[in-house]
């Protein structure tokens, strides 16, 4: 919807090339142009009991966000068509469909992933009879693929190079899906991490999208503290890359995480690898970074404080002070003579390239789009300046709520059973389950839940009495 009927800024225009010259206008092609909205529903009416649907239908569902995401970044029309008779089909579909969202087009990119994905589980299936199943659905959804994008040309609501780029971006996005999913299988990706930080990706892209297009001081907040709790989601995550769950290459772990959130956050993986190594080793003790770093100087001490206190802490996460902060106490403590046990941990070389290609792909956006700079600046404004306040007040009431007193808790870390709230905010991807996490930290965050229970959970509405003893002085 706000890709079609409302770009935040210019699109850019796309011209016919040489041969859509030479294409007719055929009103009668918009009834092929409409079984488009066939294609999911055939498919799982056909396949959603066969080995392999999953592959498909996530590559499917995987193209068509992709698609939406690049549609609002990177708005594109076409120049010009021709108008439809009246009353026609086609007439219809062009009130409807506007000339927006041109490249890749939508009508081939959904039936070619299909098609590409259905030949590529083929392969993979050892079952005979499903894998002949798969061939044939590739080869139907091949048919369907170049039917409508002959039906796109002759309707003239696509032009010769968006068909071009659809058919690219489907087989490209198929083969990235079945290989991750492959892997997956091999126990070398875990997939529920990367489909999990798509997913919060998405969220924000459509918080900041929205927010951007109707900019005023209640959508920004709504957008603000949603982008914060997602960014939160992202940090938990990023903490199961911290202990190299994400994939088995150390390396790939690592690259992931960092394009993820790492680099948008300034924080690479290694750095923080240092810090939490070193928490999981001296847990509770005076090197142990969460003292050093969250709570020194700071009143939190693994114990509810009282009213003032709890507001001066509040105070200090909200304001983004205690993130500048604790910034700077690390430069300081981690070299000789500091108070921080560190071990050495050293990036991998492509890290540089990946800051490189993440910042320099936005400004070189602002310095050669102008008409982006306005959307660039308020994105940035949308991810910063939440970052360093609400998300960070999050992950200190979470990392206060992780742990407690020896004489309360005597392995000092604890778990929550929380409610839907708790989980979509303070919780996510069962980082409540922390003690357990400190039990056993090779297991990832999707299987923390069936680990053997180690202790008590705490309920979530116990949070408060955790935080604040109730003494108002």
């Not at 594109?76 to 219809?92: D, K, N, V």
Request: positive net charge; contains cysteine.
């Amino acid at each position: 919807m706000l890709a079609s009927r409302a770009p935040r800024f210019a699109p850019i225009v796309l011209s016919p090339g040489v041969f859509d010259d030479f294409i007719p206008l055929v009103p009668t092609a918009a009834f092929v142009y409409a079984t488009y909205f066939l294609l999911l529903p055939v498919l799982i009416a056909l396949a959603a009991h066969r080995d392999g649907f999953g592959d498909v239908l996530t590559s499917a569902l995987a193209c068509g966000l992709s698609n939406a995401i690049l549609y609002n970044l990177v708005p594109t029309r076409i120049a010009e068509r021709a108008p439809a008779p009246h009353g026609s089909l086609l007439a219809l579909i062009q009130r409807v469909d506007t000339p927006l969202c041109a490249i890749p087009s939508g009508h081939v990119a959904l039936p070619a992933v299909i098609a590409a994905a259905a030949l590529l589980v083929s392969r993979r299936v050892t079952d005979g009879r499903i894998a002949a199943f798969w061939r044939r659905a590739a080869a139907g959804f091949a048919l369907w693929t170049a039917a409508l994008a002959a039906s796109t040309l002759l309707t003239k609501q696509h032009y010769v190079v968006d068909v071009v780029w659809g058919l690219a971006f489907g087989i490209g996005v198929a083969a990235c899906v079945v290989r991750a999913s492959r892997a997956a299988a091999r126990g070398v990706l875990h997939l529920p991490t990367v489909a999990a930080l798509a997913v919060e990706w998405c969220a924000i892209v459509a918080a900041v999208a929205v927010a951007i297009r109707w900019w005023s001081p209640p959508i920004v907040l709504a957008a603000a503290v949603l982008v914060s709790t997602r960014q939160h989601a992202l940090l938990v995550l990023y903490h199961d890359g911290v202990h190299a769950l994400v994939a088995r290459s150390r390396r790939v772990n690592d690259f992931i995480i960092n394009q993820a959130i790492g680099v948008p956050v300034l924080l690479p993986l290694h750095m923080y690898r240092a810090l939490h190594m070193s928490h999981h080793r001296h847990v509770g003790q005076d090197c142990d970074p969460e003292r050093v770093l969250l709570y020194r100087d700071q009143p939190w001490q693994y114990r509810p404080l009282g009213t003032a206190a709890l507001v001066r802490q509040i105070a200090g996460d909200v304001s983004g002070w205690y993130a500048v902060r604790t910034a700077i106490r690390y430069f300081r403590e981690r070299g000789d003579g500091g108070a921080l046990k560190l071990r050495a941990m050293r990036p991998y070389p492509e890290l540089a390239l990946q800051f490189v290609v993440f910042y320099g792909a936005a400004v070189a956006a602002v310095v050669m789009w102008p008409a982006a700079r306005e959307a660039m600046s308020r994105a940035a404004a949308l991810w910063f300046v939440p970052y360093v306040t609400l998300t960070q007040l999050l992950q200190k009431v979470r990392s206060f709520a992780e742990h407690g007193t020896a004489a309360a808790e005597a392995p000092l870390s604890c778990s929550w059973s929380p409610g839907l709230l708790g989980r979509l905010t303070i919780w996510p991807y069962n980082i409540n389950y922390h003690h357990e996490h400190h039990a056993h930290p090779k297991i990832p965050w999707n299987r923390l839940q069936s680990a053997r229970p180690s202790s008590a959970r705490r309920r979530g509405r116990e949070l408060g009495a955790h935080l604040w003893n109730g003494a108002f002085r």
